[in-house]
Nanobody, 115 residues
Framework: QVQVVESGGGLVQAGGSLRLSCAAS????????MAWYRQPPGKEREMVAV???????TYDESVKGRFTISRDNAEATVYLQMNALKSEDTAVYYC?????????WGQGTQVTVSS
């Protein structure tokens, strides 16, 4: 069964940037659509960005124009470049398939944006 490990989070000032990585334990080429999700403190997990097998992307309105999702099937990795970070981006970030999460959730990576 595929497993994922998220990394790249940290503490950053508002306006700063981070690049998150999601490394899968085996090829993700046949998983077709992958997504980054996040769970802010005290809130439900929500979709942030989606990428399909041919590179088509979709973003939540709250991150459109600031975040960029990409994938490297050869490296079995999905990335999330986050620019112009805001305090409301503070959350634990996870990756999984979309629309239905089919991979056991990883531990996530904490992103904290200080204002």
């Amino acid at each position: 069964q595929v497993q994922v490990v998220e990394s790249g989070g940290g503490l950053v000032q508002a306006g700063g940037s981070l690049r998150l990585s999601c490394a899968a334990s085996e090829s993700i080429a046949n998983l077709f659509t992958m997504a980054w999700y996040r769970q802010p403190p005290g809130k439900e997990r929500e979709m942030v960005a989606v990428i399909n097998g041919i590179g088509g992307t979709t973003y939540d309105e709250s991150v459109k124009g600031r975040f960029t999702i990409s994938r490297d099937n050869a490296e079995a990795t999905v990335y999330l470049q986050m620019n112009a970070l805001k305090s409301e981006d503070t959350a634990v970030y996870y990756c999984n398939t979309f629309p239905a999460p089919k991979i056991p959730w990883g531990q996530g990576t904490q992103v904290t944006v200080s204002s």
